[in-house]
């Protein structure tokens, strides 16, 4: 009898079929039958560690109780599915559970705006609140970043490949350089990094022959995700929030990856204490269905009735599985969690550094970590650093998929292995992942030929 590789029948139709653009099917040609937690089983039984999590969007895991609950909630209740922007008791009870994880300062001024499904639909929808209410033109940007795959947010994002060929992106976007210590934009690093770039760009605003004509607006992530897991400096953050409210440019923090808990506290900017005037979510605050929203400011709120739209902003079940996932963080010590892993993450990770030349830098914060590839033979650069090692980081990849772990690569040549657990990773899985990655390493660095 002939044996019919049903996986492999599945994995043909979908690269004969589905767009060209596909991504992810290129580094992991599996098909996923089932999933629970931390783990996702693919159609032949093989179980893998999933630390990509929906690009963090899977706070709780694969089908955590809590969120399958809500979803049979809703349809047991039969609760309309999509409402537009019509209130429900459900968006109501949602909205006010946001509003109980905000900092206290801004409880009470706050508004919302539901958006799309996407965070690039969150930050289309930040870019025009505030171009509405403050009538100014450019818009401060970073090297590095990441803010989505539209027209408009592809223009505010630093990576080239996806946008080198598109005409018309959006006009009057000025990138800045973000403090990435290890690969300092001004040559100088050794602590210096944020400093130089803070004091540079406050100098830029003041300039009367900068170029750049009255800004609307700052966006950063205070983690640079797809950049390759860099965390700006806390002193850093402190320092843009001083500079755009002495100059009354509304600070825009996209918390779409970072936000819900990802980095230790439930937004990231809180590590600084400061105040963003327009916050952006998406992944995490739809508790693993989709969801964008920016809060923000209520004297910001100054566009007509109508100004930003969008079919899905009533999706019912994203507000359910969201609110269980507030909930839950908040009542089961997800944070303090995410807190104790993230040590046992970057506990193992530095001693792995130490121990294989080919990692050059470990970095991040909480469970949005960044583990730099370098190539140990090739040209330093001026602070000494051995260049980004993409087809080693790549091999990293391939073998750790071998051997059931799932992890992305991301930041400059993408060379940057990226860990995004989900918040409710145990100590042993932690464990297990890192023995994973480790003998994936070893593998790899075992089959590279060095140039």
Request: hydrophobic residues 40%.
């Amino acid at each position: 009898m002939i044996q019919i590789n049903v996986e492999n029948e599945y994995l043909k139709l979908q690269n004969e079929k589905e767009s060209n653009a596909k991504s992810y099917p290129r580094h992991f040609p599996f098909v996923i039958n089932k999933a629970k937690g931390l783990i996702v089983t693919d159609i032949e039984g093989k179980q893998f560690y999933d630390c990509l999590s929906g690009a963090g969007t899977l706070a709780l895991g694969h089908n955590h109780d809590v969120v399958v609950e809500a979803i049979e909630d809703v349809l047991r209740k039969q609760i309309p599915l999509h409402t537009l922007d019509l209130a429900t008791p459900l968006k109501i009870e949602f909205m006010q559970e946001i509003f109980s994880v905000l900092p206290e300062e801004l409880r009470v001024s706050t508004k919302i705006q539901f958006c799309g499904p996407t965070g690039a639909d969150g930050v289309e929808a930040a870019i025009k609140l505030v171009k509405n209410a403050t009538k100014g033109k450019s818009i401060l940007a970073f090297q590095g970043s990441y803010h989505g795959s539209t027209q408009a947010t592809m223009s505010m994002s630093g990576n080239l490949s996806k946008k080198q060929h598109l005409q018309s992106l959006l006009p009057d976007v000025h990138f800045l350089p973000f403090p990435y210590e290890y690969r300092c934009p001004f040559g100088i690093g050794e602590g210096n990094t944020a400093k130089v770039s803070a004091q540079y760009i406050e100098n830029l605003l003041d300039d009367c022959e900068s170029g750049i004509a009255s800004p609307c607006g700052m966006i950063f992530e205070t983690v640079q995700g797809e950049g390759g897991a860099i965390p700006a400096d806390i002193e850093w953050l402190k320092e843009m929030r001083r500079i755009t409210a002495e100059r009354g440019i509304p600070l825009i923090v996209d918390e779409v990856q970072t936000g819900i808990g990802r980095t230790g506290e439930m937004f990231s900017f809180q590590h600084a204490g400061i105040i963003p005037d327009v916050i952006i979510c998406s992944k995490a605050i739809g508790g693993s269905l989709p969801m964008s929203l920016v809060i923000y400011k209520e004297e910001l709120d100054q566009w007509n009735p109508g100004a930003h739209i969008g079919t899905f902003r009533g999706n019912q079940l994203g507000m359910a599985t969201g609110l269980a996932t507030l909930k839950y963080i908040k009542r089961n010590g997800v944070l303090e969690n995410v807190k104790a892993r993230s040590e046992q993450f970057f506990r193992t990770l530095h001693d792995l550094q130490e121990r294989y030349e080919e990692i050059g830098d470990v970095r991040g914060r909480g469970l949005m970590i960044g583990v730099e590839i370098v190539n140990p033979k090739g040209l330093k650069d001026r602070l000494g650093n051995n260049p980004p090692f993409q087809e080693l980081a790549s091999k990293i990849q391939e073998r750790c998929f071998k051997n059931g772990l799932i992890i992305e690569v991301g930041g400059r040549r993408s060379a940057v292995m990226r860990f995004l657990p989900p918040l409710t990773i145990t100590e042993q899985e932690t464990t297990e992942v890192l023995h994973i990655f480790e003998r994936s390493v070893v593998e790899a660095i075992e089959m590279t030929v060095y140039k």
